[in-house]
Every structure is written in C-alpha cells, then in structure tokens.
C-alpha cells in the first residue's frame, strides 16, 4: 500500500530497518532488503535519510526508544534496590524476545568504525540513562548508605552499564546463569533495603573512612 505521507513512508523504512536487523543482522541492511521489507520503493531509503548508514542510525535510536518507553512506568516506580533488581529482570524477560537491543548491540560495534552510528549509539544509550537517573535520584537521598558518597549521576553511569550489560550478553548466558546473578544481586539489593537506621549510619561511615583513604 502506497504511504499517505512523507512521515509515514520514514516510519515504515524506520521499522523496516528494525525488522531485517532483528532478524537477520545489520549485515542485511540494504536499500534493497529494507525496502523490500516496507513495501517501498528504493529511492525513498536516500530520498528520506541520505544513506542506509544514516536509516541504520535512526532505526538505532527508535528501537531503543520504543523500549524505553514501554517501560518507563516501572521506572517511575521503583522505590528501593529491590525493586530495581527486579524492574531489571522483567526487562530482560521482555526484551529477550523483542529483539530489539540486540539492534543497539549491532549498533554499538558498528559505532567502533563509524562515527555517525557512534552517534546514534550513544544517544540510544542516554536514553536508558535518563528514566534510570531518576531511579538512582530516589535510591541516593538523606538516610541512605551511599548519601554522601556516592554521586547520583556516577551511580547513574552504573546502573546503566549494568542494564545494558544484561542485555547484550544475554544471547550467550543460558537462563540459569542469568538467574543465578539476578538472585545474587536480588539478595544483596535485600540486604540494603533492610537496613536499620543505626545499621545504615554505620555503612556510610565505613564507605566515607574507605573513600577518604
């Protein structure tokens, strides 16, 4: 079916791109296949993104921000380490059949030879960073162990490397191995949330006498 309009035609060429990545790998990402997937002429790849290394970029970032989205709310809501844990378990569940970091993966090494999906990497990444800050905002405040120790936006960096980490190796961990660290983490993330008054004064004392060293 032709596109009703120019905005429709790019979404298409956008998800189009999504589809053969997902499926088949970047490798396969042609003016000709992703086309093909749309529905569309040729043209219209370079007509509306100059490039396919350009459609490829776009494609990065709507993916990753779709995902974002989606679980944005479960953001908004984690209140304690536990259920940050558990907000990143759900998330690898729903991603593992998605398909759609694996996009960001691709993109992520594509960006080690070329600057412009460098780019869009790095701005698919800052888009995980952004509901995740306001996780470590809530996490990091009066009272809590790491007040005054550790800084909210160096929290931030972690706690995205940590989300993303998950998802980029979870093609080669069997769901077992990714159990076993969830548990682990999940029994830590226990631990800090049960934390007394008195028990918590004495945590950020140590981590303040160790960071001063």
């Known amino acids: 079916m032709p596109p009703k309009s120019a905005e429709e035609s790019k979404r298409r060429l956008v998800e189009a791109t999504i589809e053969v990545m997902t499926s088949d790998g970047i490798s396969a990402v042609s003016a000709r296949s992703v086309s093909q997937r749309a529905g569309l002429a040729q043209g219209l790849v370079f007509y509306h ?21 989606l679980h944005r709310e479960r953001f908004e809501q984690a209140r304690s380490y536990g259920d940050l844990v558990q907000l990143a378990r759900d998330v690898q569940e729903a991603e593992r059949g998605a398909g759609h970091v694996s996009v960001l993966g691709q993109a992520l090494v594509m960006a080690q030879a070329d600057p412009g999906i460098g780019l869009a990497a ?17 996490l990091i405040v009066k009272g809590s162990p790491f ?12 706690l995205m490397a ?52």
């Open 122 to 138: 790095r701005d698919a990444l800052l888009l995980w960073r952004e509901p995740l800050s306001g996780v470590a905002s809530r």
């Open 49 to 69: 993104f100059g490039s396919v290394t350009d459609l490829v970029a776009q494609a990065c970032v709507t993916a990753t921000r779709d995902r974002v989205e």
């Open 162 to 213: 940590a989300f993303i980490g998950f998802e980029l190796t979870d093609p080669v961990r069997t769901e077992a191995d990714s159990d076993r660290s969830f548990d682990a983490v999940a029994a830590m993330a226990r631990a800090l949330d049960g934390l007394g008054p008195v028990a918590r004064r004495a945590v950020s004392g140590t981590l303040r006498r160790t960071r001063s060293r």
């Open 147 to 158: 007040e005054g120790v550790l800084d909210p936006e160096a929290f931030t960096d972690l």
